[in-house]
């Protein structure tokens, strides 16, 4: 089962998130947990699609970290 990387950012009242190696496969919820779960039902939901149009399922590439910066 592939692992794809998404993108949460805290929005004005909520979160939305988001998958690089996924165009157009976004999700928002008012928690993170519950933007997760919600980008977990996008994923899924935009592959089918994909598959049902015929279409190239990206493999996922991007990996994201978080490093220390000294100021």
Known sequence: ???????????????????????GCIATGSTIKETIMMMRVALALHIEELKEEELTIPEPFTKAVSIEVAV
């Open 1 to 23: 089962m592939p692992e794809y990387t998404i993108i949460i950012e805290k929005a004005e009242g909520n979160y939305s998130a988001y998958c690089p190696d996924l165009p």
